[in-house]
């Protein structure tokens, strides 16, 4: 996959930015977790479907859109097939697979 869209901080908190990579995926490429951890969340927000998986440390990793085949509280080890690229939605209106880090107070880079 190549990257599209780089992360763009905001500038604080409650500001706009771009708080993951944009990468270019197609419909049913395989989605694998960046690392171990535990599914936190696998379902739909905000009209997209959406994988997060927290790693030790207190990092979250969340995928988007995806079509999930995990489910909240999976263990997961580094490279688990965790998703497929979905469609593109009404809210994604291209299907790349997004991806973006946290740590608790802030996100950070993904490269």
Not at 26 to 34: D, E, K, T
């Amino acid at each position: 996959m190549s990257v599209t869209r780089r992360f763009e901080p905001p500038p604080d908190p409650y500001k706009a930015g771009h708080r993951g990579a944009d990468l270019l995926g197609a419909p049913g490429v395989q989605v694998h977790s960046a690392g171990a951890g535990v599914v936190a969340f696998a379902g739909m927000v905000a009209g997209r479907p959406v994988v997060s998986v927290s790693h030790p440390g207190g990092l979250r990793t969340t995928y988007e859109p995806v079509d999930p085949s995990v489910h909240t509280g999976t263990v997961v080890a580094a490279g688990t097939r965790s998703a497929r690229c979905g469609p593109a939605t009404p809210a994604v209106r291209r299907p790349p697979a997004c991806t973006g880090a946290c740590a608790p107070a802030t996100c950070i880079s993904t490269r």
